[in-house]
């Protein structure tokens, strides 16, 4: 690691009291500081690091007056799609469907700060009250008929277009289309969200958190899911560091292991935990084996995104990035990536529209 890089580690810790040690940023450029932030996801919580700094080791207030300027819409942002989300809920509520969070508010509210914890769009799960009836696409006919555009091009997720929040409506919480790992581990995580009863509500709305377990297990796929294909920021290794701490003795541990075991996670799962104690100060360096480190460069690095292509041109994208992650598969994983792109390939052609046993 670089001084910038972990000048930027040691603010975040600050930012979410995990360490009181002091970085020293004199001579370190404020943009490239600012830069990086933003590059993980942690403006927010960098910013609190700075605000606990004393003040003659704090940056210039003009220096740092973009980056105030970016959070102060940052929360503004967030108060606004709280409050979509919380109408959406509401509106779902009336026509009989209950509405279920997948990561957002339960994670963000697991933060010293929830505001600072940087959200994009909203995921959800609609269940009908009775937690039975498959509610997917009345809950997209409920949205249609209230104005708002809902798009269908994908078997995973709708999506809704409300005013200041797009939401992702998953009639799957996984990509588990060809994949029996992840089709097992849907089935598991529907199942335990049918069998809940929606009275773990956030902020007084409509809106029910799901079962610990599912959150937990949720989260570890998304990441995984992403490192494999786009890569990780820290952002998505504090979303797990921040829950797992606020749920510690909520998690029944010994079958949350089972089933990482189960679903095949163990090896990302390992380096991606040994990397969340190294982010809170709880690991030195020193600590992380050849695999940690191997993804803490991925972390360090720009995400992989790329603009969504169609026919041919996707398929050719599609296979690169296999590609691009075979030591990943080797190394995260229990399968090769000829593997991997052979099922995918084949669940996008014999099973377009995928159904639980």
């Not at 969504?308 to 994208?317: E, N």
Request: proline share 3%.
């Amino acid at each position: 690691m670089n001084r910038l890089q972990d000048a930027f580690l040691q603010l975040v810790r600050l930012g979410i009291a995990t360490s009181e040690a002091i970085p020293s940023l004199a001579g370190l450029d404020w943009k490239a500081v600012e830069w990086l932030a933003n590059e993980q996801g942690l403006l927010g919580v960098m910013l609190d690091g700075v605000e606990k700094l004393p003040r003659e080791l704090r940056p210039e207030k003009k220096a740092i007056i973009q980056s105030i300027g970016q959070l102060i819409r940052s929360e503004r942002q967030y108060e606004e799609q709280e409050q979509a989300a919380a109408d959406m809920a509401l509106l779902l509520h009336q026509h009989g469907i209950r509405t279920y969070v997948l990561k957002g508010a339960v994670v963000a509210e697991c933060y010293p700060r929830p505001k600072h914890r940087r959200s994009v769009d909203m995921d959800c799960f609609l269940l009908s009250e009775g937690g039975t009836e498959d509610v997917w696409e009345k809950g997209n006919k409920v949205i249609e008929d209230a104005g708002f555009r809902v798009g269908r091009g994908y078997y995973k997720n709708s999506a809704f277009y409300l005013p200041s929040l797009m939401v992702e409506n998953h009639r799957f919480l996984t990509p588990c289309r060809g994949d029996k790992n992840l089709t097992a581990l849907e089935g598991l995580l529907q199942r335990l969200l049918r069998e809940d009863n929606g009275e773990e509500k956030i902020s007084g709305s409509e809106l029910c958190r799901p079962p610990v377990m599912v959150s937990a297990l949720f989260l570890v796929e998304h990441a995984y899911s992403h490192f494999l294909h786009e890569g990780l920021n820290w952002r998505h290794i504090l979303d797990w560091m921040m829950f797992r701490k606020r749920h510690y003795k909520d998690i029944d541990w010994k079958s949350f292991d089972a089933f990482v075991d189960e679903f095949g996670f163990r090896k990302f799962y390992d380096s991606y935990l040994r990397l969340g104690l190294f982010l809170l100060g709880d690991m030195p360096e020193e600590g992380l084996n050849e695999a940690d480190k191997m993804m803490m460069a991925d972390v360090w690095a720009p995400l992989d995104l790329h603009e969504s292509l169609h026919g041919l041109k996707a398929k050719f994208q599609l296979a690169g990035n296999y590609w691009r992650a075979r030591r990943k598969y080797r190394i995260f994983t229990d399968m090769n990536w000829v593997r991997a792109l052979i099922e995918w390939t084949l669940g996008a052609v014999f099973d377009k529209e995928p159904r639980l046993n």
